[in-house]
């Protein structure tokens, strides 16, 4: 009994996600108040923090569940179109601007999360990389839509001045936003943790297994789709509401493939890295793009993609391990841990999920156990044989 | 014997890759608490009759039925909530969890540790209950397989032995009435194969299940099985009582003719 006790106790662990995000927003805020940011950082702010929705949203389908989403940035324009669309037309009838951005919020979200619903119900169902094919051609239509409806402003970008917190207002968007952010925060973190979480990880591990365990696989695996798409939703919606106008240009496949490397970068199913290297990369970006203007410009995107290549190899070269471990706070908890505990202990669980199974491994290709390639199905039934009898 | 006391039942039932008859008019009728032997020397399709009973394949031709409800037709995840549950000739455990978490995967659609997604989600009170009395249950699976005290380590670095235990241990925590295991004995050690029979006897007994079960070690199937059917190139050879069909001169000679084992 003491030793479940100790297991439903206070763990630090469990909570270092919403540290890390209120330390960041705290930051952030502080330098704000103390008169230490210009008009335009504040937006960055705001951009910080739907960066980190879109990253632990997108970390859900590609860490957790194991399937590559090419199309974030699709979810994201739907959410900033059609949410900002209603959030202009409700601030006409709704006076109150935070109830507008809350409005808007749930039904761009709601509108993305029923587009994930229409593009993963075909490409979930089939077995492959087939979902990393449609959410690419998803992302490019959606986009394109946009540009040739002039609803939405066509190719000049929809405005949205009239919801567009300005001047001190960024501050109450930035507080709104990060809000989301630790509302999101927990319901993924409790659905990581839980019988459902666990379901999700096994899929991932070894979905023959899973299937054979009865876990519904199609279920679970549109579930997180979906649900990761509404907070693309979500991001777009504070999207519309921190830059105008919205420009299909800034949803382009190159957008998706950034929020990929946040969560590549931070690392394969751990949400923390995901906060860190959303913060991280939307600042970088934003100072290369402050610093390297005029003239310089043209070199952003090198200095860029060289960031990436050397964070890359740093995370993953067998030479920086040594160094590794000693920075990593994974291996500093570990080593604090195995100093604590008493030789006849048995050891805490492992909850490292980083280590993402590639799909095909060597054992399935050879045997006869259990092969689902396409080419080895079984012959149709035989006609007589559903009949009668 | 009445038509209840049967718990598996395939009719005729045959598969065929490609125009390749893989297996052929296989009659099966396993009834309650039976301990009964698949053998057949390598390639006779054994493992192939498992993918069809658990819905991976269809079937050509045939039925199958688990008390008297036909299961083709079903998929894999309902042919396991009706009753079913299997391990795999090449273990497939969720390499990168731990020894609970793999039985806990198990337990998932367990009525009594039921908790929907919201409320997982919102941490409500029930989530906490279910999750600490799957954990109980989970413990006692794994103390009758004797790896209780494994349970936080990672299923990959099992020794091959645990290994097969925890696949078996994992396929229990479905609450099957048939468990279907695929050479549970291989690359075991004579010790651990013993204990495996007992513990096979003993869940069948604990858990009133019936047990269908592959293996080329002669002496596991003989002294657990009380019934065979012996397979050659996807037909039946011969079925029946165990003593008799490991004697049977037909028996002997496929085994010799094919393969240098057993
Ligand atoms: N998906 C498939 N596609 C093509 N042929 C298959 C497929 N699955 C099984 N077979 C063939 O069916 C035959 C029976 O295979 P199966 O794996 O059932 O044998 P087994 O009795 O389990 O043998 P072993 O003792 O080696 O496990 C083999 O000849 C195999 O090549
Ligand atoms: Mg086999």
Redesign the pocket.
């Known amino acids: 009994m003491g030793k479940e006790k100790k297991r439903n106790a206070f763990r630090i662990k469990d909570y270092t996600s919403y540290f890390i995000t209120i330390v960041i927003f705290a930051y952030g805020l502080i330098m704000q108040m103390t008169g230490h940011l210009k008009r335009s950082d504040s937006t960055l702010l705001v951009q910080i923090a739907y960066g980190i929705i879109l990253a632990v949203s997108l970390n859900l389908v590609v860490g957790f569940l194991g399937e590559l989403s090419l199309g974030h940035a699709g979810f994201m324009c739907i959410g900033a179109y059609l949410g900002g669309y209603i959030a202009v037309q409700l601030s006409g009838v709704i006076a109150n601007k935070f109830i507008v951005l809350l409005l808007s919020m749930l039904i761009g979200g709601l509108l993305a999360a029923a587009a994930g619903l229409l593009v993963g119900l075909p490409a979930l169902r089939l077995k492959g990389d087939y979902l990393a094919i449609v959410t690419l051609a998803f992302g490019e239509i959606i986009r394109t839509i946009f540009k040739n409806l002039n609803v939405f402003g066509a190719a000049m970008g929809m405005h949205t001045n009239t919801i567009k917190y300005d001047g001190g207002g960024k501050t109450s968007l930035y507080i709104v936003t990060f809000c989301v952010v630790l509302v999101m925060l927990f319901l993924c973190n409790n659905l990581i943790r839980s019988k459902h979480g666990r379901a999700i990880i096994a899929i991932r591990d070894n979905e023959i297994a899973a299937k054979a365990m009865g876990i519904n696989v199609t279920f679970y695996k549109l579930f997180i789709f979906v649900f990761s798409a509404f907070f693309a939703g979500v991001a777009g919606v504070i999207y519309a509401h921190n830059i105008t106008p919205v420009m299909y240009s800034a949803f382009s496949f190159n957008y998706s493939i950034e929020i990929l490397v946040m969560v590549v970068l931070g690392g394969m199913a751990s949400v923390n890295g995901s906060i860190v290297a959303a913060t991280a990369l939307t600042l970088i970006n934003a100072l290369l793009q402050k610093n390297l203007s005029g003239d310089l410009a043209s070199f952003r995107y090198l200095v860029y993609a060289l960031i990436l290549i050397i964070l890359v190899i740093f995370n993953n070269a067998p030479v920086f391990a040594p160094i590794q471990q000693k920075i990593s706070p994974r291996a500093i908890i570990a080593r604090a841990r195995a100093k604590k505990s008493k030789p006849g202990d048995i050891p805490d669980e492992p909850t490292d999920w980083r280590k993402v199974p590639t799909k095909i491994k060597m054992d399935e290709l050879l045997s ?2 259990l ?1 689902q390639d396409k080419t ?1 199905e079984p012959d149709k039934p035989e006609k007589s044989g559903k009949g009668g009898e | 014997m009445t038509v209840s006391d049967v718990v598996l039942k395939t009719e005729h039932l045959g598969i065929s ?1 490609g125009g ?1 008859k ?1 297996v052929e008019d296989v009659n099966l009728e396993v009834k309650k608490q039976q301990l009964y032997g698949l053998v ?1 020397p ?8 498992f993918n069809m009973i658990t819905g991976v394949y269809t079937p050509t031709t045939g039925k199958i039925f688990l008390e008297g409800e036909p299961l083709v037709g079903h998929t894999q995840e309902q042919i396991n909530h009706m009753g079913v549950a299997r391990t795999f ?1 090449n273990i497939r455990l969720f390499n990168n969890m731990s020894v609970i978490r793999n039985v806990l995967v198990g337990l998932h659609y367990d009525e009594r540790f039921k908790c929907s997604m919201i409320e997982s989600m919102l941490r409500l009170p029930r989530h906490a209950h279910s999750e600490a009395a799957m954990r109980e249950r989970a413990k006692e699976i794994l103390r009758i397989f004797d790896l209780e005290d494994e349970r936080n380590n990672l299923a990959c670095n099992l020794p091959y032995g645990k290994q097969r235990k925890l696949e078996i241990a994992r396929a229990l925590a479905t609450n099957p009435k048939l468990l279907l295991l695929d ?1 549970p004995a291989a690359g075991m050690n004579p010790q651990e194969t013993a204990d495996l029979m007992t513990i096979v006897k003993r869940i069948r007994d604990e858990f009133g299940l019936t047990v269908l079960l ?1 293996e ?1 070690d002669m002496k596991f199937v003989s002294g657990l099985c009380d019934e065979l059917t012996v ?1 050659n190139f ?1 037909t039946v050879l011969v079925q029946g009582d165990t003593d008799k069909c490991l004697n049977d001169p037909e028996v002997i000679k496929a085994y010799i003719g094919t393969t240098q084992e057993g």
Do not use: P, S
């Not at chain 2, 390598?42 to 009759?49: F, Q, R, S, V, Y």
């Open positions: 006869t156990d092969q080895f | 890759f390749l893989a057949g390598n390639g006779a399709g054994k493992t192939t009759i000739q050479e592959i080329h397979l996807g």
